[in-house]
């Protein structure tokens, strides 16, 4: 935080219930390390989360994959892996809180327009300098000034097509690995159809992905 | 947990440096809920890293997005929003640790050949019984007993098109809603594009997405 974290001569907002210096910590643990898109970020859920009516069974939609997919899962009960998060690649800073059944929500996004002329936000946000030539003492700085002033927010309804539990649907055993997948996949699963980031290396036990079937073997 | 945790008579394999009970916990906390396939993933994660060698800076697949990545959040310092931990939608319980430079990691996977006959977790895996008919207390069991003997696991290189660095590029302002985008999305930002899951509603005020260009306008 540099100098500014020893004056008394102003305050960090909050972020919901945390000192913004308690939500840096978590997100070090958490993120590895206080990106400002995951701060400016803890901001934006928590507007998100007090316009949402009490008692409301919220999901998430993440507009960027950058960050902001973490300070949801932080702030929130809405994650990748119980589905009730999902990511979107938007590229903008922008989410969206909703009632799972009726789809109403709050969008919530980084608003340029309210950025302070001159301000390091604004040279980061916008890429105006190179990473390593911005000041990044003063960027968490400024986010924690400025908190939610630099957003903007507004009701959003989800389309009806994409409210609902998710469903794998039946399970069934692949004939080229013997492994069990989601039917709807195909003929065999999507490992032996090829899918798959990386090579099976020497030493790969069989089974898996590593079969005669697959067109890797 | 049922009547299972008040016996003495056996004792639950850890996850890496948690105890199963207390995995749980951590599981209730983040997930909301300690459901079958993050318990699983715990031993599946804890797995990996142990045949990861010490000091390899790793980045994470997983290759569902039910619970696994959740569980790989939990136990490592790769999240969706730092982008270390990428979801692939391959519909089966694997996932790999890799090395960030040489790609060079381990694959892990549940393996039903190893599942015990008759068992609750095959049961639950293979989908045999519709959910509320499923024990599962006694999945739970089963699943803290049984640890990493029902996964498999060998040597995978992720392919060199896959490694390296996120990068947004080049960052500009959309002429659609003056909002900040990455140039490579096209002519306009992909909210002016029509790429939202939900309409405005009335009472959005303008910026964001409403704007006159917008197809929803």
Request: charged share 25%.
């Given at each position: 935080m540099g100098a500014h974290s020893h004056s008394d001569s102003f305050s960090y907002r909050p972020i919901g219930k945390y000192d913004f210096e308690e939500f840096i910590d978590m997100a070090i643990r958490f993120h590895n390390y206080p990106a400002p898109g995951l701060l400016v970020g803890g901001y934006m859920v928590e507007e998100a989360k007090r316009q949402i009516p009490r008692g409301v069974l919220y999901e998430a939609i993440a507009e960027t994959g950058w960050c902001l997919?973490?300070?949801?899962?932080?702030?929130?009960p809405c994650t990748i892996g119980n589905?009730?998060?999902?990511?979107?690649?938007?590229?903008?800073?922008g989410l969206v809180l909703y009632d799972k059944f009726t789809g109403e929500g709050i969008r919530v996004?980084?608003?340029?327009?309210?950025?302070?002329?001159?301000?390091?936000?604004?040279?980061?946000?916008?890429k105006l300098r190179p990473k390593i030539e911005q000041d990044?003492?003063?960027?968490?700085?400024?986010?924690?000034?400025?908190?939610s002033d630099i957003l903007s927010s507004g009701p959003v309804k989800v389309r009806k097509q994409?409210?609902?539990?998710?469903?794998?649907?039946?399970?069934?055993?692949?004939p080229g690995c013997?492994?069990?997948?989601?039917?709807k996949d195909g003929n065999v699963c999507k490992i032996c159809q090829g899918n798959t980031l990386y090579e099976p290396m020497?030493?790969?036990p069989k089974g898996g992905f590593l079969t005669g079937s697959h067109p890797e073997a």
């Open positions: 997919p973490d300070a949801v899962q932080m702030l929130t589905g009730w998060l999902r990511v979107v690649h938007h590229g903008v800073y996004w980084l608003d340029i327009a309210k950025f302070p002329k001159d301000s390091e936000i604004r040279t980061w946000y916008l990044s003492d003063r960027l968490r700085h400024e986010i924690g000034m400025l908190g994409h409210l609902g539990k998710r469903s794998k649907g039946r399970i069934v055993i692949c013997g492994e069990a997948y989601p039917a020497p030493g790969m």
